[in-house]
């Protein structure tokens, strides 16, 4: 491009390509966007410098990084050739760096959350994922579970939060409301405090009876000539009453839970396997939904989702008072990325404005607040529960009502440019 169109359209190109590949990256099937430049702010004080995210979100982060970057260089590359910078370049330069800071600190300083408290109680039971996850029954999980909760409840919780697949015992969501581990819930915990709300993750099943051959979904199971399954990771919400609400993961980890092309290249499920992943893809619902209550409303956000911005975003335009992440991060045990995990969820905060109450069930669980910083957080691999408040909010951010609206204009943006350069070839070309 720079060849073509000149040193400024190349150096510019950079940037539009980088950021409309990341926005790409994001709406793939292979998409695992953990390395995102926008995302290099993940840091327990770097929260004071991105505060504006809730105007651009992370893509607006990488574009100011790269901007940054080229602009630096270009005033490197003057002095390598023993010419010195204009001043104009300089002062555009310092303008482009300290521009976004100086607005972020006026918003961090500035912005102060209504108070409208929600008080929650979060059970980390410390379950280890590789061992005991699947030696113990399930029975004896959720009394493990139900036990860290009663030591922290009050009168006044208005939700108790298990984490990622704390239920699996064959849960249909076809009769949902009469499984043993649902009814237990109902009978113990919420019995004693009819004005709390369970909400958990469950590994949970759906079958279909389907008049012809076709199946009802690209994921569903056959079983014989009419009758399919689902496999879901999802969420359900239990009240005193025994009603059940429920979110089915739509953001499926790539491998794990999700095999691309399977139906086409057969080999991608043996591939799958010998990693360690799934043979058939989880089943999804293709829209976001909230776990309402007459008081609540919240964005129950299943693990790999917090990644994606617009996609939290979604729930928050649904009307989402704070998020609920709900995880499991002990398959990292030794590793950076359970702590890389729950800053995603710091950057949600800020892109959306709303609370985020994160349960891991072997950490890190945590309370963050609008401004994205962490109020209460556990420690790792201890069994545990907290009690805490986040404020409710109802005001939508411009990044809500938008999404990654900078992301789509690099699209256009790169297209336009492309074009640009294949015109220049082609007229060079006839001369």
Known sequence: TKKKLGLWVG?????IYTTAFEYLYL????????????????GPSNNLFIQWYEYTGVLGGSVWVLLCNVLLYLIIKKYIEK????????????LVILIPLSVSLFIYHTYTEKEDPVEVVMVQPNIDPYKDKFIMSYNQQLDSMLVLAEKSIASNTEYVIFPETALDSNIWINNITENYMVLKIRDSLLSQYPQTKVITGVNMMEYYVS?????????????????????????????SKGDVEAYKKSKLVLGTEYVPLSNKIKCFENISMQLGGSSQSRGTQPYPSLLKSKETNVATVICYESLFGEYVSEFVD???DFICVITNDGWWNGTPGPRMHLRFSQLRAIETRRSVVRCANTG???YINQKGEIVEESQWWTATSMNNTVNKNNKITFY???GDYIGRIAAWLSVLVLLAVGYKTLKKRKV
């Open 11 to 15: 150096v510019a190109s950079f940037v």
């Open 27 to 42: 709406n793939i099937d292979f998409s695992f966007p953990c390395m995102l430049v926008g995302s290099v702010f993940m």
């Open 83 to 94: 010419k010195k910078p204009s001043l104009a370049r300089w002062i555009v330069t310092s």
């Open 211 to 239: 008049g012809n051959e076709t199946p009802p979904t690209s994921s569903a199971r056959k079983v014989n000539d009419n009758i399919y399954y689902d496999y879901f990771n999802a969420a359900i919400q239990v009240d």
């Open 318 to 320: 649904l009307g989402a």
């Open 364 to 366: 890190i669980s945590a």
């Open 400 to 402: 809500t009502q938008h």
